[in-house]
């Protein structure tokens, strides 16, 4: 008996190193949480309430939904963390109905009193979604790999605190590291250099004063990790004919007009992991503005998105300007909302729209669970390239669609432009609508004209 009591002792205490947490401290100046109080492993999380700042008055008139015409309000616990995390969030009323998601986690919660209770063990956002008030994002990061000094050569330092930075210009072989507890109001610019870093689990903040956040032009050998981008004016992250480069566990927030996520546009060899965006346009738009800058080699993995006005989860377009748009992959990702109107009559879930004369081939779509798209599950599109160009219109061929689940019926929408501008070879594998098989639904989800060919359903 003693020695099975001393392997349980051993085995106890080995578990409980294996778990540990550590909490971002409170920043002085923003605004804590009285909706949501969290702890995980009976440590207190340090909660922030984030409402935008947008001036509803000088917005475009388009930019009219009611969801963006009244204060956009979240609240955000962030953590680094392994192991097994208990959470129990205490709110000062009793909630009725709790969601914690992506569906795809499987996570219950439970709710005793004013508490929700639930364990999970991974890395990675969750939402909890209770009764009809602002959200509680979570963001359990792992531990990071490099952690610079504040006077180590090349290295850009932003402490804990407030920084009013404005533009940072970067160079060659510099890194901006924003340690947890930073915020930084301001935005990053690079131009014409290689090998520079953004990183760490600080957070940078455009106060919707500064614009697209992130610009890198022309840039080689890139790494943005860790960090939370919010609040841009436009596109938040954008990244012009560059090379070689990560997004890795990058949380972005947009809430104005044109707020996409990341947009890779004439880029070559992006890969785009882990991150969680929650936009006011497309999450991930993969573009060719530049006719003489194509696109080839992106990857979107395990990403989890909120389309929550005038957007898609990940699309491809509008604008494919140059001659070819190929070898893209989307995998792994979940899409927990997707809606809003657009010059093709709506959002979708994920898309490819070509407006331009691209020839735009080789798309992988793969393990992939769209929650809600309020307008259409998915959709291949070709304009007559004057949506946001000068045309002509492009081609879309060789896309495969496997392991994806659209959680509510909706239309599938796949329409070529003329004879000699078709959409063809599109492969749906093993894909499911309302949790049954696309095959079944096919014909009233289906929406497909007469300039598409071979299409297969498996």
Known sequence: MKQNSLFVIVIGIIVASCNWITPTTQIEGLVESTLYSVKVNKQEIWTEQYISNLDIEDMPAWFNASYVHEPQEMHIASFEGGGSFDFVITMPETPTKVVVK?????????????????????????????????????????????????????????????????????????????????????????????????????????????????LLENCDNVLVEGITIRNSVGWTNTLSNCR????????????????????????????????????TDDCVAIKASNPHYPVQDIIVENCTMIGFAYADGVTIGFETNAAYVKDIVIRNCDILLARGGSRVGGHSGFSIICDGPARISNILFENIRVERSETKLFE???????????????YISDVTVRNVEWLHEGSIFIHGFDENHRIENIQFENCSVAGKSLSEVQERVLEVNEYVSHIFIK
């Open 102 to 214: 992506p569906a795809s986690k499987d996570i219950v919660p439970q709710i005793e009193g004013n508490q929700i209770l639930f364990t999970w063990q991974e890395t990675g956002p969750l939402i909890v979604e209770v009764d009809d008030l602002p959200p509680l994002y979570i963001f359990i990061n792992p531990k990071e790999k490099q952690t610079p000094s504040n006077d180590e050569q090349g290295v850009i330092y932003f402490g804990p605190g407030i920084h009013d930075a404005g533009y940072i210009e970067m160079s060659d072989n510099e890194t901006v590291y924003l340690a947890a507890g930073a915020i930084v109001y301001g935005g990053i610019r690079a131009r014409d250099v290689s090998n520079i870093k953004v990183m760490g689990r600080g957070i940078l903040d455009g106060d919707y004063r500064y614009s697209q956040m992130v």
């Open 244 to 279: 070689d480069v990560e997004f890795q566990n990058v949380k972005v927030i947009g809430f104005g007009p044109s707020s996409d996520g990341i947009n890779p546009t004439g880029s070559q060899r992006v890969k785009i992991t882990n991150c969680f965006m929650r936009c």
């Open 380 to 394: 291949l599109h070709i304009s007559d390239g004057t949506l946001y160009g000068e045309g002509p219109p492009g």
